[in-house]
């Protein structure tokens, strides 16, 4: 185990983050959470998908 990971786990034992943070880090996983879901179960939208550049990138 790397000596810094040793460290930021003991800082965290005795400073753990607020409320707000683990709110925050909360939301940010349900976000993604919730995109994949419809991308799984629903697919995703051909406007969002790109297009293949090609060689000569976006001159036709």
């Known amino acids: 185990m790397n ?3 040793l460290f930021r786990m003991a800082k965290w034992a005795h400073r753990p983050p607020s409320e707000k943070r683990v ?3 909360l939301g940010i996983i349900v976000v993604c959470l919730a995109v ?3 991308e799984y179960f629903v697919g995703w939208p051909d406007w969002m ?4 550049a090609g060689r000569r ?3 036709p």
């Open 49 to 52: 998908s790109l297009e293949p």
């Open 36 to 38: 994949f879901a419809v």
């Open 23 to 25: 709110k925050l880090v």
């Open 57 to 59: 990138g976006w001159l």
């Open 3 to 5: 000596p810094r990971w």
